[in-house]
């Protein structure tokens, strides 16, 4: 018989379930909570047998012990686990927010300090805190994509449950997929906004480590998808409108789930989804990632917080897959559109909901009244349409995602963004190039000796295969020398600002001139320079070879037409007229010619000219009539003393202007100015010709600022008094002068580009 070692006790005032009964031991008539405390040995065949009762914790019911009958959302709120946290978030500031907290500590520390001393501070309280303000709202109007992503991934932003427990009146959270298990990362239930019944469903994040661990940082299984699945269910069954809330990094992505049919669960959310007779509105309130958001997220109308984003890969994914690094996700960021205003203009979001500045953490009830206002005009749109309606709007609304028209041509503003195609450049070996420069070159060489046309066309095609080499000899010595990046840096920079129709920025142009600078200097070094040098050299001497063909062709051409034109049967009667008249004049010179002839001789000479410059015209040239006046022997001579002040005049405005030319403004100015020159090509519109004019303007005032100094205003007048003596006093000889008069033929100058004429 077994016996406890220590004497029993009379156990007064227990009840029957308090008892501990048992035949097997020999002990009867033990409380349990006694059992619990006490060390008891039970002998048995001299064997002793230790037992300590461990306590166990007390099970933790959602209902309080006073119940307040008026809680916000009903007293089956309640139930819910979800309750205000006892302690207040920490604050968390991200990177780019950083000039903010330099400002906010400066104004407690004014605070402080006026409640120390007692001294009246309010003038500089109110000043910094307008400055806090002003940059608070210029950071967050101007947020990159980058920047939205993180205030969507931010800490303290208001989750699912604390959004709709702020917009609903009463709310019910209901449990379960009915297949064994209750996924915590999707929360649905029944609510009530304005005396409106709705099904809301969403991801739910935590709010702190222990919530988020519970949550599964808001990474849903099939459970939970499931879960969301019986709901739509049950408001269609029911006729409840459907409102989801997406806030997700994705769908949890680990064995167990792959094992339970992850995608057919999200697979069957869509197909479902797209069926349902009742009105669907979502909301992106955080982040929304790939298939596990849009199980979800297959509405009529997709709404958007301001700071959210919404992505089929986040943009580190992404980033590492393209660049191979997560460091460049602000560049994927910006390439994948994934924020709230990129997405409506591709129709893909139907409506921005905003956010206080500072993102929806910064004042979360404001936030949730604009969810709740947003909810009522969709809805107020959405019931208004009837079952068939309904279906065909949401189908329209993802049936148009994606659209395009071919044989549109492109808007360029897109255009700059597009990746390039690589075109691969077939190379030539110096071996082959050197063997086709030598066979031009004895063709060019038979051309001069037969005084035929020129090979114009092997020419053209080798200065062309020429510019390809000397390209890739260039990319290959950037490649050497690791300035790659950089280029491809500036090249993007340069590209954001043309696409942008703005003025060249200065810092810029100089990034250009060091990566320029650092280029030349390094050049020599690079290991192919000796072949780069060489192609050069033959780009050069191919191009003047061309040069000089097309201005051998164009004489000939000029000279065939002037031929033409004095080949004439009127042109040459009327000179053979003009000449008779001449010698029957018996003059000697064109000075001795009555006036009656000078002016037949003239007009001859302007009919000639006319009828040569619409013959040069006809070849596309630009034809302009150079004349020179007579100039009197006598007062050259008199005036070449002057030639030495007036060189070295012009030598001291030459060195004025060459120095302010070369001051950083001006250069900048002045390349500015060629970048808009060739961005407007051959037609301008009326805003590169504003903004060319405009730079044009600046550059002459400044230049004429440079040269009107009083030093040079005084020996420039000086030296025009000086003059204008010298010729008054030569004038009274300007009669006996006339016969010496030297009289010059005007000419035709033809423009044949930026260096060249013929005359």
């Known amino acids: 018989m077994a016996s406890i070692s220590n004497s029993p006790a009379a156990f007064t005032g227990t009840s029957v379930p308090d008892l501990l009964r048992s035949s097997s031991n020999g002990v009867s008539g033990i409380p349990l909570k006694t059992l619990r405390k006490a060390r008891f040995a039970v002998k048995r065949r001299d064997v002793t047998v230790a037992v300590k009762m461990r306590k166990v914790k007390k099970h933790e019911y959602p209902w309080p012990a006073d119940l307040d009958p008026n809680v916000k959302g009903g007293v089956l709120t309640h139930l819910s686990h979800f309750k205000p946290l006892k302690e207040k978030q920490k604050p968390v500031t991200l990177d780019f927010e950083k000039p903010l907290v330099h400002l906010e500590k400066k104004i407690i520390d004014v605070r402080r300090m006026a409640n120390e001393t ?53 709310f019910v959270e209901l449990h379960g997929d009915r297949a064994g298990y209750d996924d915590p990362a999707i929360v649905t239930g029944i609510g009530t906004i304005d005396g409106r019944r709705y099904m809301f ?74 069926g349902l007779k009742v009105p669907i509105v979502s909301i992106v309130i955080g982040e929304g990632g790939s298939g596990g958001a849009l199980a979800i997220g297959c509405a009529n109308k997709l709404l958007m917080l301001e700071n959210a984003v919404f992505y089929v890969a986040s943009p580190e994914a992404c980033a590492a897959i393209l660049w191979k690094t997560a460091k460049a996700s602000p560049k994927a960021a910006e390439k994948l559109r994934i924020t709230a205003p990129e997405l409506c203009k591709l129709q893909i979001c139907d409506g921005i909901i905003p956010e206080p500045l500072g993102g929806a953490h910064a004042n979360p009830a404001w936030t949730s009244q604009q969810i709740k206002a947003a909810i009522n005009e969709s809805m107020d749109e959405l019931t208004a349409m009837d079952t068939e309606e309904l279906l065909k709007h949401r189908m329209l609304k993802f049936r148009k995602l994606g659209g395009f028209q071919e044989g549109v041509p492109v808007d360029p503003k897109k255009k700059v963004n597009m990746k390039k195609k690589e075109q691969t450049v077939p190379r030539t070996s110096n071996a082959e190039l050197e063997g086709e420069v030598e066979k031009l070159k004895q063709k060019i060489l038979k051309a001069k000796d037969s005084s035929t046309k020129p090979p114009e066309l092997a020419l053209k095609d080798m200065i062309e295969n020429l510019k390809k080499e000397v390209d890739h000899e260039y990319s290959e010595a950037i490649k050497a020398m690791g300035l790659k990046d950089r280029l491809e840096m500036l090249r993007e920079e340069v590209s954001k600002v043309n696409s942008r129709d703005q003025l060249m920025n200065p810092v810029i142009m100089d990034k250009i001139e060091k990566l320029k600078h650092e280029f030349n200097q390094s050049l020599s070094a690079a290991p192919n320079y000796t072949n780069l040098k060489y192609k050069l050299d033959m780009l050069k001497e191919f191009s003047k070879a061309k040069s000089l063909s097309e201005a051998a062709t164009l004489k000939q051409e000029v000279n065939k037409k002037f031929n033409e034109v004095m080949g004439r049967t009127e042109i040459n009667e009327k000179l053979e007229a003009l000449k008779v008249e001449v010698q029957n004049s018996g003059s000697s010179s064109f000075v001795d010619l009555d006036q009656g002839l000078k002016d037949k001789f003239l007009n001859m000479k302007k009919e000639i000219e006319l009828e040569m410059i619409n013959a040069l015209k006809s070849l596309s040239l630009d034809v302009e009539v150079v004349k020179s006046n007579a100039k009197v022997l006598s007062e050259r001579t008199s005036l070449s003393v002057f030639k030495n002040k007036v060189d070295n005049l012009n030598e001291e405005i030459n060195k004025k202007i060459e120095n302010v030319v070369n001051t950083s403004e001006l250069k900048n100015m002045i390349e500015s100015l060629k970048l808009e020159i060739a961005k407007a090509g051959k037609k301008p519109d009326i805003q590169s010709k504003s903004k060319i004019g405009a730079l044009e303007q600046q550059i002459k005032q400044r230049l004429s600022e440079a040269i009107s100094s009083s030093e040079l205003k005084g020996k420039h007048e000086e030296l025009k008094a000086e003059i204008s003596e010298a010729i008054q006093s030569s004038a009274g000889t300007e009669g006996s002068l006339q016969k010496e008069t030297k009289y010059e033929e005007p000419r035709l100058e033809i423009n044949l580009g930026a260096n060249r004429s013929f005359a």
């Open 201 to 274: 469903m969403g991801q739910q994040k935590g709010r702190n480590t222990k919530e988020n661990i519970h949550r599964n940082f808001g990474m849903p299984t099939p459970h939970g998808y499931r879960k969301a699945l019986r709901m739509m269910y049950y408001a269609d069954h029911h006729g409840f409108p459907i409102v989801t809330f997406i806030d997700t990094p994705g769908a949890y992505a680990d064995l167990k789930s792959e094992e339970l049919g992850q995608g057919e669960a999200i697979a069957h959310n869509l197909r479902t989804m797209f």
């Open 118 to 170: 007692g001294l009246d501070f309010s003038d500089q309280i109110i000043s910094l805190e307008n400055k806090y303000q002003q940059a608070l709202k210029e950071l967050y109007t101007h947020l990159t994509p980058i920047q939205r992503v993180n205030i969507a991934r931010h800490p303290n932003r208001p989750t699912f449950l604390d959004h709709v427990f702020s917009v609903t009146d009463k």
